[in-house]
């Protein structure tokens, strides 16, 4: 009972205990979550409105800004319908050549601060002119901008005379063709004619000359240095005319064509030199007029044609040509698709902005309210911070719990590690452990049983030490013995025969290259036909025959037609069946004649070659299976069945055949050194691995000469047996 009531202390304890826990960790989770509910709401209307005033912001903007540089333009007065037209055209334009149309429009009041008068089209006109021309020179629209307005200032009564809109187009084409005829830029050709000034113009000069001259003198220059130097020649023209004693104006007072006054000073110079014609030229130009005239006469011709070129320009067609070559695509469909949006927005601003100007107005109201309630304000500013504190204190809560879990699975992480650290360690200490193991049993093995080991080998070596006297005096038989040669000599002619089956056009082939070069060496060298006549008369008649040969098959092909052509069909009526037997007959001759091939044909098909290697094969079966002792067996026998004639000579009972046989045996069957079965080329045989394993040592026994002298009483064939056998073994 004791411990039954100690055991329900301890369950009412901990129920004590864990009950509060779990109503905590129930708030914590419930805070958790609704915190997390509240953040993601919170984040999801924010993002909804941040999208949604980006979009209108994105889709509003190039409208406003486009009316925004609308306004800048309507600041110098510029009336409404002209600034209609300039928003039509700034569309077009920037669907055209994809440009920006708020940009377009800001250059036009560039263009109507420099240009002043500017009515109708006009404004219009010079924008899209300067905006192509810009497009067209690769230059920027300020430049062209600041260039236009230079160059009305200069051409002003011109461009009066002609209307201002044609006037400007001109003025685009004529400067887009310089530019590609004289590889200028817009900028530069702008510089030229602010050196220049009015000068030329008020001298009588069209702009196609003016342009000409400048463009030209550009190549080796730069565009405000060629505007000084003609200008100094304008310059210098009056007094030339008192020097030289020519006339250099019309009968309207206007200057002369720059060619035909080129031409003047030219012919006055004559054939002078470059110094004397500096010299002759000094007396009433200045250096820089100098400079002008020899660079310009070099080439009056291509001066000529430049401002006839110029001249054809009157629009601004070659600028727009240049213009589209440039296009992009891409950048033209952006634009597009902007210029619809703009479109589009322009007509809905009007009525969106009255609300937008109410708004400004509350906020203005708003602002002099804090102002005039001072102590409301300040509420409300506590009442903000309030809320954005609790939000703070949910977000911290919600950071802190993250961040716990966070690093719950951090350390769930490094226990799986461990857990995988101890799967890969242990196999890898066992394998350890067994390879130490392994080595130990091997060192063991190795100090018990390397005495052993090392004395079979020394055995070893001095039995086949031993028997290299033998084996070399039976390798000096075998090379004395004439059958190894004849074997030696068919292997030889088999070898070579089947390099030729196989290696025959690589021969025929390397054969002709070389009767071709000796040919040629001798036929294009009198010389070598002289002094090697013998050789060249040879290769003569090697050709001969060889032409003959070749002439054969022409020959016979000739005379198998003409025996086929040939008829000895009789007239005489014996018979329609035996002149059609006879008729048939010779028919089967012809055709058998025609069959006949004077020139074999060999069949060097795959069943030759493999001919050729089953007799191979065999073939080294033989050699395989020869046996020299039992040879030299033999070769005792029959010397003994010879000896068995001579009177007092009997033959034994056994036979050497039969001795020779037996040690043939005993001895395991000795071969030929080397040509064991196992032996390959790189290893060299048994024998010879045995030899290098032992320090290569090698015996050479020669037997230079064996002289047999009998000085004594004959021998008896008895005798001469019993030495025999002995010396047999």
Excluded at 87 to 107: D, H, K, P, T, W
Excluded at 436 to 442: C, E, K, S, Y
Excluded at 481 to 504: H, M
Excluded at 553 to 560: I, Y
């Amino acid at each position: 009972m004791k411990q039954l009531e100690k055991l329900m202390l301890t369950i009412g304890l901990l129920d004590k205990v864990t009950g509060p826990m779990r109503g905590i960790q129930k708030t914590i989770q419930q805070v958790t979550s609704q915190s997390r509910k509240a953040f993601m709401d919170t984040a999801a209307g924010v993002t909804a409105l941040i999208a949604a005033s980006s979009t209108f912001a994105a889709t509003v903007n190039p409208a406003n800004d486009v009316n925004n540089a609308l306004r800048e333009v309507s600041s110098l007065e510029v009336a409404d319908y002209t600034l209609k037209r300039l928003n039509q055209a700034g569309l077009q334009y920037s669907i055209q050549f994809g440009e920006s149309a708020a940009n377009y429009v800001r250059s036009a009041y560039d263009i109507q601060s420099a240009i002043a008068g500017l009515t109708g089209d006009d404004l219009p006109r010079f924008t899209t002119a300067s905006g192509t021309l810009a497009k067209a020179t690769k230059a920027s629209v300020g430049d062209i901008t600041s260039y236009v307005g230079t160059m009305y200032g200069i051409f002003q009564k011109q461009a009066d005379q002609m209307g201002k809109g044609a006037w400007v187009e001109q003025l685009a084409g004529k400067t887009a063709a310089a530019v590609q005829i004289f590889k200028t830029t817009g900028p530069e050709m702008a510089s030229a004619f602010e050196s220049i000034g009015a000068g030329a113009t008020s001298m009588g000069v069209n702009l196609q000359e003016q342009m000409a001259v400048l463009g030209t003198l550009q190549a080796t220059m730069s565009g405000s240095e060629a505007g000084t130097k003609y200008a100094a020649f304008l310059e210098g023209l009056s007094g030339a005319q008192a020097e030289f004693g020519l006339n250099f104006s019309d009968a309207n007072g206007d200057l002369l064509p720059i060619v035909d006054i080129l031409q003047k000073i030219k012919g006055e110079m004559g054939g002078m030199g470059w110094d004397q014609s500096r010299d002759f030229l000094a007396g009433a130009f200045n250096d820089e007029a100098v400079d002008f005239i020899q660079l310009m006469s070099n080439d009056i011709g291509k001066l000529n044609g430049d401002i006839a070129n110029l001249a054809k320009q009157d629009g601004m067609e070659k600028a727009i040509w240049m213009a589209e070559k440039m296009q992009d695509p891409w950048a033209r469909l952006a634009s597009g698709v902007q210029a619809v949006s703009i479109a589009i927005w322009q007509k809905a601003l009007p009525s969106i902005e009255p609300y937008i100007n109410k708004i400004t107005a509350l906020t203005s109201t708003l602002v002099a309210w804090a102002d005039k309630y001072p102590h409301l304000t300040k509420y409300i500013g506590l009442a903000v911070t309030a809320v954005m504190a609790f939000i703070a204190v949910g977000g911290s809560l919600t950071l802190m719990i993250g961040l716990l879990r966070f690093s719950y699975v951090g350390l769930i992480g490094v226990s799986k590690l461990w857990a995988l650290r101890l799967l890969v360690v242990t196999p890898l200490l066992w394998a350890k452990a067994a390879a130490l193991w392994g080595v130990r049993t091997a060192m063991l093995a190795f100090i018990l049983y390397g005495p052993a080991v090392a004395a079979f080998f020394g055995i070893l070596k001095t039995s086949i030490l031993t028997s290299l006297p033998a084996i070399w005096a039976f390798t000096a038989a075998l090379l004395a013995n004439p059958l190894t040669w004849i074997v030696v000599g068919i292997v030889a002619v088999v070898a070579a025969i089947a390099g030729l089956i196989i290696y025959w056009d690589e021969v025929t082939a390397a054969v002709n290259k070389s009767w071709s070069w000796l040919k040629n060496l001798f036929e294009n060298n009198a010389w070598m036909q002289v002094i090697f006549a013998p050789i060249y008369g040879g290769i003569l008649a090697v050709d001969a025959v060889i032409d003959a040969f070749q002439k054969i098959p022409e020959w016979w092909q000739s005379f198998k037609a003409w025996f086929a052509n040939t008829s000895f069909t009789p007239n005489w009526n014996l018979g329609a069946e035996l002149i059609d037997g006879l008729i048939q007959k010779w028919n089967n001759l012809q055709v058998w004649f025609s069959s006949l091939l004077l020139i074999p044909k060999w069949d060097l098909s795959l069943d030759a070659f493999e001919s050729i290697k089953k007799w191979w094969v065999d073939f080294k079966a033989w050699l395989g299976n020869l046996n020299p002792l039992s040879m030299l067996g033999d070769s005792a026998d029959w010397l003994q069945s010879k000896l068995s004639w001579v009177p007092g000579i009997d033959a034994p009972e056994a036979k050497v055949t039969e001795k020779v046989i037996e040690q043939n045996r005993e001895l395991g069957g000795l071969a030929l050194p080397g040509s064991e079965p196992t032996q390959t080329e790189k290893d060299g045989g048994l024998f010879q691995t045995i030899s290098n394993m032992f320090g290569g040592s090698s015996k050479t026994v020669q037997v230079d000469k064996i002289e047999v002298n009998n000085h004594g009483s004959g021998v008896r064939g008895d005798d001469l047996m019993h030495e025999l056998e002995m010396a047999a073994g």
